[in-house]
């Protein structure tokens, strides 16, 4: 069982940064590959980045690609997502997910998460 608490987020002006953090429990963190995903009001919740299991690979989606790096800290059982140039549009709640992986790779696709964080609010102001 991994418990996952996402923090850091909050309201920012559009140009402004962020950085979301989410600590995980247990002592297995670095078998999983993590990722973050965001739900927006009224759409369906969608891939934003993904990191393998020694942060070795990292995947973004195109939407946050050159604005927002994923990473972790294995030490810290801790995995960010560093917002910059934030946008209105990236405006959701943001959710990081665990997914107990064998290889060294990561996932986008939100089925293969095995554990989820309860969420952190970002909210982006014109």
């Known amino acids: 069982q991994v418990q996952l608490v996402e923090s850091g987020g909050g309201l920012v002006q559009a140009g402004g940064s962020l950085r979301l953090s989410c600590a995980a429990s247990?002592?297995?963190?670095?078998?999983?590959?993590m990722g973050w995903f965001r739900q927006a009001p009224g759409k369906e919740r969608e891939f934003v980045a993904a990191?393998?299991?020694?942060?070795?690979?990292?995947y973004h989606a195109d939407s946050v690609k050159g604005r927002f790096t994923i990473s972790r800290d294995n030490a810290k059982n801790t995995v960010y997502l560093q917002m910059n140039s934030l946008k209105p549009d990236d405006t959701a709640v943001y959710y990081c997910a665990a997914d107990y992986r064998t290889f060294d790779s990561a996932s986008g696709e939100e089925y293969e998460y095995d554990y989820w964080g309860q969420g952190t609010q970002v909210t982006v102001s014109s």
């Open positions: 247990g002592r297995t963190f670095s078998t999983y590959a």
């Open positions: 990191i393998s299991r020694s942060g070795g690979r990292t």
